[in-house]
C-alpha cells in the first residue's frame, strides 16, 4: 500500500493543519475569499533597513494605484568586485494567498540571497479573486520592465548586481508565473536585463482531467482537489475551465513556444508526496518536445511546500541544487 505522507515534523504537520482549516473557513462556495481573517492569519516581516547577518532588503514600490512593489534582498558582505546573480521571485499560495513579506516568504527569499549568494526581487502582485487572470503576470512582467529601466530605481539597486544574470522563479502558482513571464520575456527586447533561468519550485500547473496522483493524495494532502479546483475558478475569468493555457500549458488550447529563441533553460522541482507532481513531470516532458532545455530535480520524501521548512533536509539540498543551477547559468 502506498503511503500518503511520509514521516514529518510536528512543525510541518502543524503547519498543515492550520493551513487546510484556514482554507476551509475563508473560501466561500460562491468563489469569494473571507481577506479579513486570511489577513490575520498571514504573519507579516519587517524590511531589515540594517544588515543582518549580511543581508539588507527595502521595499520598493512600482505602481502604487495597484499596490505593486517587491522586497530587495541584498547581500553585505561580499567584494564589490563579485558580480552577483538577480532572481526575481514570485512567492506561492495558489494566487489567493501570501505576499512578498508574508513571514515564510520573507525568511525564504533571505536564505536564497545569502545562501546562493544572489540579489532577490521578491515581487508582491496581485491577488484573486479581487483581481484575476491576467493581472498577476502582468505585474510580474512590469517588475522585470521596471528593473530594466532607468526610471531612479538604479540608485537603489547594488552596483555588483548582474541584470544580465537574472533568473525568473517561484514556488507553486510563483512557479506558474515564472513560466508565463519567462515567455513574455523571451518576446521582449530589454535594454539591460536577460533572463537567462527559470526556477520552478513545485509549479502549479493542471487540467480538466484527474492526474494519477491527485487522485492517489486526493484526501491527506496540502492540496487537494477540491482545493486546486477552487483556487483556478476564482482565479481565471469567468467562464473558464482548467484548460485555459495558463492551466493547462501542454493542453488542447496551449501555446507553441518552440520558435522562442530567447526562452531560458528551466530547472524543475519535484515532490514524491505532491498531489501536483503529474503535472509537473508533464511540463518537463512538454519542455523537451517544444525543443527547450530542462533539468528535472526530484525529492521523493517532499511535500509540497517543503522549501519553506528549513529544518526538512530536501529544503537544504534543494537550495544547493538551485546554487549549482544558478551557478552554471
Known amino acids: 500500500m502506498l503511503r500518503t505522507l511520509p514521516d514529518l515534523p510536528w512543525t510541518v504537520r502543524l503547519f498543515n493543519a492550520a493551513f487546510g482549516f484556514l482554507m476551509k473557513v475563508c473560501c466561500r462556495s460562491d468563489g469569494t475569499l473571507n481577506r479579513t481573517v486570511v489577513n490575520l492569519a498571514d504573519l507579516k516581516a519587517s524590511p531589515l533597513n540594517k544588515p543582518v547577518k549580511g543581508l539588507q532588503s527595502s521595499d520598493i514600490i512600482v505602481d502604487h494605484t495597484r499596490n505593486l512593489w517587491f522586497r530587495l534582498h541584498t547581500p553585505t558582505q561580499l567584494p564589490s568586485t563579485v558580480s552577483l546573480p538577480v532572481i526575481v521571485y514570485f512567492h506561492g499560495g495558489g494566487f489567493i494567498l501570501m505576499s512578498a513579506d508574508s513571514k515564510y516568504y ?25 483581481h484575476r487572470y491576467p493581472s498577476q503576470y502582468d505585474d510580474g512582467f512590469d517588475v522585470l520592465k521596471f528593473i530594466d529601466g532607468d ?19 517561484g514556488d507553486s502558482a510563483g512557479g506558474n508565473l515564472a513560466h508565463h513571464v519567462a515567455v513574455m520575456a523571451a518576446k521582449h527586447d530589454f535594454k539591460k536585463l536577460d533572463v537567462v533561468g527559470i526556477l520552478g519550485i513545485q509549479p502549479f500547473f493542471g487540467g480538466e482531467e484527474r492526474s494519477e496522483s491527485e487522485n492517489r493524495f486526493a484526501a491527506t494532502s496540502l492540496l487537494p482537489v477540491d482545493r486546486t479546483d477552487w483556487m483556478w475558478k476564482a482565479f481565471l475569468p469567468e467562464g473558464s475551465n482548467r484548460n485555459h493555457p495558463v492551466v493547462n500549458v501542454f493542453g488542447p488550447d496551449s501555446a507553441d513556444i518552440s520558435g522562442l529563441k530567447r526562452f531560458p533553460t528551466t530547472m524543475v522541482i519535484v515532490g514524491g508526496f505532491d498531489p501536483l507532481q503529474d503535472w509537473q513531470k508533464r511540463y518537463c516532458e512538454w519542455l523537451k518536445k517544444q525543443g527547450k532545455e530542462v533539468h528535472m530535480v526530484e ?31
Open 299 to 329: 525529492y521523493p520524501n517532499a511535500v509540497h511546500a517543503f522549501y519553506i521548512f528549513p529544518e526538512l533536509k530536501e529544503s537544504s539540498l534543494m537550495i544547493k541544487e538551485i546554487r549549482d543551477f544558478v551557478e552554471s547559468n
Open 151 to 169: 526610471d531612479g530605481f538604479k540608485d537603489r539597486f547594488p552596483a555588483n548586481a548582474d541584470l544580465r544574470r537574472c533568473f525568473v522563479g
Open 106 to 130: 520573507d525568511a525564504f527569499c533571505q536564505r536564497l540571497a545569502r545562501e546562493l549568494p544572489a540579489v532577490v526581487i521578491s515581487v508582491n502582485y496581485r491577488l484573486a479573486p479581487e
